[in-house]
Every structure is written in structure tokens, then in C-alpha cells.
């Protein structure tokens, strides 16, 4: 039986393992969570999740999740689900974090989230399926 909610994990360039991802660097750099078991994975016929991006207010990027319907994926297995991108293209003034929630629907396999940060931080990704 499925989790009801969890945090995706990202590896980190210095070995450690986290649920949020900061940038200091000048250039955009990518990074892919641990994958994790989707709604088709345990043979669930609605094919619904969710996810919840949590970003701190300086936060320049754009957060998405991948899928794949392969059950051992290699890297060109996996896609962009449609509908479930947030971009912020320049540093907006927030005072507190925000959260934005995405909700999708595919009998995935798996699923993971992928970041394209300018700057900034990912505080989380949370999935539920």
C-alpha cells in the first residue's frame, strides 16, 4: 500500500542526500530526486497525485515533476508530466516561503522531481499518490 505523503529526496553534489536543494553558483544547475513508486506501480486504476513545491522567497527557477512508465527507467525514459511546472523567472518580493501545489493524473510507474534553480532554494517537494 502506497505512502500518503512523502519527501523526495535530491543527492547533492558534496554526497549528502536532502529534501530541499540551494544555489550559490552564477550558472543553472539541474537536479533530479530519487525516483519513487507511482500510482501504476501498485496498479491504482485513477492514476491521481499530488505534489507540493515549497520555495523560499528568493527563489529563481523552475520545479516540475518527471514520470515513466518503464519499470527499470534508464535516463531517456523519462518525460515532463504536462501542468505541473512552476517557474519564477525573477527573485519577487515574498517575505515567507510559498507553497504551490500540482496535481496530476497517469498510471506513472514512477515518478521524480526535477529542478532547474537560478537561485534561491527548494525547501521541499512533497508527493502523494
Same mark, same amino acid.
Do not use: E
Given at each position: 500500500?502506497?505512502?500518503?505523503?512523502?519527501? #523526495?529526496i535530491f @543527492?547533492?553534489?558534496?554526497?549528502?542526500?536532502s529534501v530541499?536543494i $540551494?544555489?550559490?553558483?552564477t $550558472?543553472t544547475?539541474?537536479y533530479?530526486?530519487?525516483?519513487v513508486k507511482?500510482?501504476g506501480y501498485?496498479?491504482? *486504476?485513477?492514476?491521481? @497525485?499530488?505534489?507540493?513545491?515549497?520555495t523560499?522567497?528568493s527563489f !529563481?527557477? /523552475?520545479?516540475t515533476?518527471?514520470a515513466? #512508465?518503464a *519499470? /527499470?527507467p !534508464?535516463s531517456?525514459d523519462?518525460? /515532463?508530466v *504536462?501542468?505541473?511546472?512552476? *517557474?519564477y523567472?525573477?527573485i +519577487?518580493?515574498?517575505?515567507?516561503s510559498? !507553497?504551490?501545489?500540482?496535481?496530476? /493524473?497517469?498510471n506513472?510507474v514512477w !515518478?521524480r522531481?526535477?529542478?532547474?534553480?537560478n537561485?534561491?532554494a +527548494?525547501? $521541499?517537494?512533497?508527493?502523494?499518490?
Open positions: 500500500m502506497p505512502a500518503l505523503s512523502q519527501n #523526495l @543527492h547533492q553534489n558534496s554526497g549528502t542526500n530541499s $540551494s544555489h550559490t553558483g $550558472s544547475t539541474f533530479y530526486s530519487d525516483q507511482g500510482d501498485f496498479g491504482g *486504476s485513477d492514476g491521481f @497525485h499530488t505534489a507540493a513545491y515549497k523560499n522567497q !529563481v527557477g /523552475t520545479v515533476m518527471q515513466t #512508465l *519499470s /527499470t !534508464v531517456s523519462w518525460f /515532463t *504536462s501542468n505541473t511546472n512552476v *517557474s523567472a525573477s +519577487v518580493v515574498r517575505t515567507t510559498t !507553497v504551490d501545489l500540482t496535481n496530476f /493524473t497517469g506513472f !515518478v522531481g526535477c529542478i532547474q534553480i537561485a534561491g +527548494v525547501l $521541499s517537494i512533497q508527493y502523494n499518490h
